[in-house]
């Protein structure tokens, strides 16, 4: 029992810290592309996908293993802009354009409560999505780099699953949201 213990802080750990090298890496390069527009490569739209699975499935080890592979400084930026993205869009088509703050509020709380296994306090939650759907520039933001990056995928995650139709799945809902994010839609 100890050693499981110990297995899930060494992977938490492991977690925090891909996260916080993966958030420097990608604000570095998101400063050097073009914000609208962008053409998702298959590479990337795999990888990102991969991520937010881990986060749908609620494994903090394949959320770990799925962050490793994106210690890159280009495939970093790329792969959590199109997580702020996928968050943003789902937010507006959920809200039918930009949500308030009472329904943010609300919704920081039920992703607190629903992503436990990610260890999320409504407030972390609240300013991630009031910080997100605001852009406010990622050098501004006040959340340590490690949870501003678990969020992205934790939350795209969460709102793809919930928002989706009830005869959708989370992944087809995710692929019309990508075609949206490379036609230059918000």
């Keep these: ?17 891909l996260s916080g090298l993966l958030f420097w890496q990608w604000m570095q390069e998101r400063q050097r592309r073009r914000r609208h ?7 990337i ?11 749908v499935v609620r494994d903090p080890a394949k959320l770990t293993k799925a962050l490793t592979e994106l210690v ?3 495939k970093a930026s790329r792969a959590v802009d199109i997580a702020f993205r ?4 789902v937010l507006w088509d959920a809200h039918r354009g930009e949500p308030n703050e009472p329904e943010l ?25 009031t910080e997100t759907t605001a852009e406010v520039p990622y050098d501004l933001r006040t959340l ?9 995928f934790v939350v795209a995650g969460h709102l793809l699953s919930v928002h989706r139709a009830a005869d959708d799945r989370w992944w ?13 839609h918000r």
Excluded: C
């Design 1 to 17: 029992m100890v050693i499981l213990e110990v297995a899930d802080v060494v992977v938490k750990a492991a977690l925090w810290v």
């Design 144 to 152: 340590p780099p490690e949870e501003t990056i678990l969020m992205a």
């Design 45 to 55: 739209e795999r990888l990102v996908r991969n991520t937010i699975y881990a986060a």
């Design 72 to 74: 890159d400084g280009e």
């Design 105 to 129: 509020k609300l919704l920081a709380h039920d992703i607190a409560a629903v992503e436990t296994w990610a260890e999320l306090t409504p407030e972390q939650v609240l300013t991630f999505l």
């Design 172 to 184: 087809d809902y995710l692929d019309r949201v990508e075609r949206r994010i490379e036609a230059g």
């Design 86 to 89: 996928v968050v943003v869009r």
């Design 37 to 43: 527009g962008a053409r998702i490569s298959r590479r």
